[in-house]
């Protein structure tokens, strides 16, 4: 089993809809989750990071985590052609001295 | 500007030629990591480093050296690559091991 799991995609949605994006993680010790966007040939730029149970909303971005469930998401609200990329999930392993990417999940917004 | 950056951008090699990409950051952070990224298996740590002459193994190091005499610089040497190291790199720092990393524009290398 892979520490951290996301779907490869491609998602594909239209313009305007939600967008959801899901990640499990392994190691019941992780305490801090992040989620990265990554255009093609650009390095990953951090779009949320969570710590706590719960949601946490960021403009039209909105994390949700579930440690019971080992589970965090994101999901992009009124989605557009310019968020098309690949999404990264990363969470800060127990030992909290790496963190453990997922392998991203494409999203592709389609006008 | 704040910033991560990396030299060089490209680079083609040959298997054996001992190179080094280096890696800056101008943010005063203590924490350095070194990835790399292939298709379908994302990014994987190579090595990191805590703080100034602390360095440790990441999930990939085999193949892979670093040095950390100075906290704003975390050079990657290839002392013989090989074809499979032929990968995208990307170096990151953070303020420390928890925080959110920033990364640099990345290295593309083809060993041949």
């Known amino acids: 089993q892979k520490e951290v799991e996301q779907n490869s995609g491609p998602l594909s949605v239209p313009e305007g809809a939600i967008a959801s994006l899901n990640c499990t993680y392994s190691?019941?010790?992780?305490?801090?989750f992040f989620w990265y966007r990554q255009y093609s040939g650009k390095s990953p730029e951090l779009i949320m990071f969570?710590?706590?149970?719960g949601d946490k909303e960021d403009g039209r971005f909105t994390a949700q985590l579930n440690k019971a469930s080992q589970y965090v998401s994101l999901l992009i609200r009124d989605s557009q052609p310019s968020d098309s990329a690949t999404y990264l999930c990363?969470?800060?392993?127990?030992?909290?001295?790496?963190?453990?990417f997922g392998a991203g999940t494409r999203l592709a917004v389609h006008p | 500007e704040a910033q991560v950056t990396q030299n060089p951008r490209y680079l083609i090699t040959v298997t054996g030629k001992k190179l080094t990409v280096t890696c800056s950051q101008n943010?005063?952070?203590?924490?350095m990591s070194w990835y790399r990224q292939d298709p379908g298996l994302g990014l994987r740590q190579i090595y990191y480093?805590?703080?100034?002459?602390?360095?440790d193994k990441g999930d990939v190091p085999e193949g892979y050296k670093v040095s950390r005499k100075e906290k704003r610089n975390f050079p990657l040497i290839l002392e013989s690559p090989s074809p499979n190291q032929t990968s995208l790199y990307f170096c990151?720092?953070?303020?420390?091991?928890?925080?959110?990393?920033?990364f640099g524009p990345g290295t593309r290398l083809t060993v041949t």
């Open positions: 990363a969470v800060l392993s127990g030992g909290y001295n790496k963190l453990i």
């Open positions: 480093s805590m703080n100034v002459e602390v360095t």
């Open positions: 969570i710590y706590s149970n």
């Open positions: 990151a720092s953070s303020l420390s091991k928890g925080n959110e990393q920033y």
């Open positions: 190691d019941r010790g992780s305490q801090s």
């Open positions: 943010m005063n952070h203590e924490y």
